[in-house]
């Protein structure tokens, strides 16, 4: 069962392995005893200010001082272009299945950028790595910039869990 809790203390290594929140400055996640192994992002929720900020590999923590946010990965599109690291570890981003991702798309007119939450529907019971299943993150990467013209976006979550309500 996954279970959302409150990280505090020696555990508090922000549940990247499986992602994070942020809200209000008190930081949720899941297993966050466990530590983080891929290239996570995190969407910084501030107003005009928000943006994806790209993590390291390893590097678990974000700025104290950011009191909203969301936190998942890999990383799919930086300054408008694809950016999915072939050399990621999480092999999520060879796996042909559905996926969700968070993208951000400007608008000059306006000043700002419009937040756009993405699925792609996928996994028809085929072999997750079989091409005619579903979509890998470089190809949702190129729809996300080709068709949807976002300058920055990160994963949220692929294979049989991709939900968006």
Known sequence: AFATQICTGASLNYGVSDSFSRINGTT???????????MPCTFVINGTGSRIVKLARGENLVDPAVQNCI???PNLVTSGRPAV???DDNLNVYEHSANTALGLRSDPAAGSYHALLVTADGHDGGNIFEPLSGIIARQFADFLVNQ????SAMGMDQGGSTTMY
């Open 148 to 151: 949807l013209h976002v300058t």
């Open 71 to 73: 936190s998942a990965g």
């Open 28 to 38: 949720y996640g899941c297993n966050c005893d466990m530590p983080g192994y891929s």
């Open 85 to 87: 690291d072939p050399k």
